[in-house]
């Protein structure tokens, strides 16, 4: 069992930087394959990003390659993702996601979920 708590979101102009912090309990997080998914109104989860338990693999949606950048620390139980050059149509609430298997696309391969924290990218 893990739970997960989202921070660092906010307000940002387009083409401005924003980093998301998620913190786990739990002794186990070295365990866990990690993960970052965004929903926007009216649209359905989407993947972000995802890290291995090493954090020796790490794997991006075409949309925020080059712009994003997902890393962990083990030894402080957290997961980050430095998202620089943002977009308006990076705006949605962001989620941090644990999975006991492997650092998966889909949502349904993650065990558990953050709360979600609102990232709104203005034009």
């Known amino acids: 069992q893990v739970q997960l708590v989202e921070s660092g979101g906010g307000l940002v102009q387009a083409g401005g930087s924003l980093r998301l912090s998620c913190a786990a309990s739990?002794?186990?997080?070295?365990?866990?394959?990690m993960g970052w998914f965004r929903q926007a109104p009216g649209k359905e989860r989407e993947f972000v990003s995802a890290?291995?338990?090493?954090?020796?693999?790490?794997y991006y949606a075409d949309s925020v390659k080059g712009r994003f950048t997902i890393s962990r620390d083990n030894a402080k139980n957290t997961v980050a993702l430095q998202m620089n050059s943002l977009k308006p149509e990076d705006t949605a609430v962001y989620y941090c996601s644990a999975s006991t298997r492997y650092p998966g696309y889909e949502a349904s391969d993650y065990n558990y979920w953050g709360q979600g924290t609102q990232v709104t990218v203005s034009s």
């Open positions: 739990g002794r186990t997080f070295r365990s866990y394959a």
């Open positions: 890290i291995s338990w090493s954090g020796g693999s790490t």
